[in-house]
């Protein structure tokens, strides 16, 4: 199995995200990481999960991810932030 969010692992129907930010990576401040940013709305930093073990590891931590997501069917790529479906 391919651990790359940028193919369809993901997809946008499926997305594991418990809460959807309305806010965009670009719209976050920078820092020091450039997987790394910060959200002024809710003073959480934000990580750029770009695998599966990434996307877990964060999860685990309780943090604010960022994923970047093909949808189906016309290869257009977004990046819903979020809090991730915490595994049971």
């Known amino acids: 199995m391919n651990n790359d969010l940028t193919t369809d692992i993901f997809d946008i129907e499926r997305c594991p995200l418990d809460y959807y930010c309305t806010k965009k990576w670009d719209e976050l ?30 999860s685990a931590e309780g943090a604010c991810v960022a994923l970047r997501i093909r949808k189906k069917g016309n290869g257009v790529i977004e990046m819903p932030l979020g809090l991730p479906v915490r595994k049971k």
């Open 29 to 58: 401040q920078v820092s020091n990481s450039p997987k790394v940013r910060f959200c002024s709305k809710c003073s959480h930093e934000v990580y750029l999960c770009e695998t599966v073990a990434e996307f877990d590891k964060k």
